[in-house]
């Protein structure tokens, strides 16, 4: 009770300053969607790190930030952010009698999300912690520092990967591919993206609606974005458009009932695959290439267990397009 009190005080205090003076508390904004929340660790999470073993592995992020200054300028996410000096990554590999295929699997948590989101899905990947979130910390958060984390790992992988990403993930993998390399594009073998943003303002939208941001405010939020992250990135770029030039099997998932982002957003996204369907070869199945859940929600979709076997089904080598 007193939690929820807390938060309707700082969401009217926002949505009252917002209102009078846009311009100032769009910064705050800036500061504070680019600085994680307080981490917040549910017992479950808690309790399966217990029980399931791991590896520790710290990727530098020193030889990645002298790369990404040689592809400068870089098309979109153009400024470098203040980056940690490494990146931590969990890595779960499977049981001893499972045998060992040569991808990689990567995932990608949202906002205020940390690796262990995707504990259910665990057996078959490798996850990982963004700047702020779960185990790697760093002055700077958000989706330019999720985009430099993804294609570091990809690039410390050195190998095929397949991608799973959750909300503000997918715009880390997609701001990631616009400054890839050839080679690091054609890395990536398979992508799944749950619960996704058809655009960078569908993000912003979400987070102001979070905080209480007025919408008198949101034009220089946006601007403060803009000229962080390119216009092109954050006023002209649909990421739907990114998905059908991918060119690799790919399945969206988004719940209608997610409050955060606009489920009709995800079907305009969704639009732009170039395949609608994929075929399971053991049973015949035939199934869509964007999956509409209900009753999930934005954050219950990823320890849906429906919504994980569907995941690791499309994974697997019984699928065909």
Known sequence: MASKLMYNLFYYRILTTSFIAPQTMAKTAYRLITTAPPKKEPEWEVEFEKEVPYNIIKIPFKDHIEEMKKRQPLPTLSKIPDLPEELTVLEFLPNSNVQRRPETVICSHGWGGRGLNFYKFIPKLQEKDFPQHGRTDGPEAGAHCFAHGINLVIRYVDGPVYLITHSLGNVGFWGSYSFSSQKEKDAIKRYVGIGIPNDYEDILFAFENTIGLSRRCHPYFLDIHASCFGDEFCRNQIFGKVINELNIPTLLIHDKNDKELDFEKAKETA?????????????????????????????RIIRDDDIIDRVVEFLSEDIEF
């Open 271 to 299: 639009s732009h695959l170039s395949k609608k369907q994929y075929k399971v070869k053991s049973s015949g199945e035939v199934k869509p290439t964007f999956y509409e859940s209900e009753g999930l929600g934005h954050r």
